[in-house]
C-alpha cells in the first residue's frame, strides 16, 4: 500500500518518540492517537476537510454528508492555524474540537448497530467516557499541530454498542470494512499501515490502521 508523504512524515513523528511527552499522557486510557487518513485507490492520505469517516456496521464509507442523528463520534480533532467550529452530535450542544468548517467534522463516527467481533471484552462506557474530552481540549489542540487527533479505543459486539479493546487486538480497515486482528497477524501483513496508537504502561502501540489483505 501506498503512503502519502504528510501520512509518511506523522507515522515517522510518532515512531521517532518525538512526541511521547503529549502521547503519554493517555497511558492507561480508553483513548489513543490517531492520524485522520482514508484509503485512495491504494493510497493512505489525509482526510480532507469537511469529510467524515462513517462507519455502519463495520462498512467503512467517507463522506461530506451528515451523519445523521445517531451517529457517535469516536474521533477528534484540536484546532489548527486558529480556527475552530461547531458541529451539533445525537443529543449534546457543540463540539469544540473540529477544524475549519460548520456543520461537518474531520473525525470517524459510528451509527447505532450491534455488530459481531471475534473476542469477548467488557462494555465501554461510552458517554461516560467521551465526556472527558472535555478536559483534553489542551492536548487536542496540541496534537494538531502535528496532524494528529485523539481516538476513542473500542471494539464492538453484538451485546455490546462499544466494548474494550483487548491489547492483542487492532482494529483494521479493509476492503472497506473494520476488522479486529490479533496483533501477532497484522506484524507480519507487509500491506498494513497503521494510523491510530495507544498507550499501555508506557508502551506504544499501534491500535489501528488499514489493510489491502483479506482475511478468511
Not at 27 to 52: A, C, H, N, R, W
Not at 196 to 215: E, M, P, T, Y
Request: hydrophobic fraction near 30%; charged fraction near 20%; proline fraction near 3%.
Amino acid at each position: 500500500m501506498q503512503i502519502d508523504n504528510k501520512v509518511q512524515e506523522i507515522i515517522n513523528k510518532v515512531n521517532s518518540g518525538e512526541l511521547n511527552e503529549l502521547i503519554n499522557q493517555l497511558d492507561g486510557s480508553d483513548f489513543g492517537i490517531q492520524i485522520p487518513v482514508f484509503e485512495d485507490q491504494g493510497t493512505i492520505k489525509m482526510m480532507l476537510e469537511g469529510y467524515s469517516q462513517i462507519e455502519r456496521d463495520l462498512v467503512i464509507s467517507i463522506s461530506q454528508d451528515e451523519a445523521g442523528d445517531d451517529a457517535l463520534p469516536v474521533g477528534w480533532f484540536g484546532k489548527t492555524d486558529g480556527k475552530d467550529s461547531s458541529c451539533k452530535h445525537n443529543g449534546t450542544d457543540k463540539c469544540r474540537h473540529c477544524t475549519g468548517h460548520t456543520g461537518q467534522c474531520r473525525h470517524c463516527t459510528h451509527t447505532n448497530s450491534s455488530t459481531s467481533n471475534p473476542f469477548d471484552a467488557p462494555e465501554l462506557d461510552y458517554h461516560g467516557t467521551v465526556s472527558e474530552i472535555e478536559n483534553k481540549q489542551e492536548l487536542l489542540d496540541a496534537l494538531a499541530q502535528y496532524g494528529l487527533g485523539l481516538t476513542l479505543v473500542h471494539g464492538h459486539s453484538n451485546e455490546h454498542m462499544f466494548t474494550k479493546l483487548p491489547a492483542e487486538y487492532i482494529s483494521v480497515v479493509a476492503n472497506g470494512k473494520t476488522e479486529f486482528r490479533l496483533e501477532s497477524d497484522v506484524a507480519s501483513d507487509p500491506s498494513f499501515v497503521p494510523s491510530a496508537w495507544r498507550v499501555i504502561n508506557g508502551n506504544l502501540n499501534v491500535v489501528g490502521g488499514h489493510s489491502q489483505l483479506s482475511v478468511d
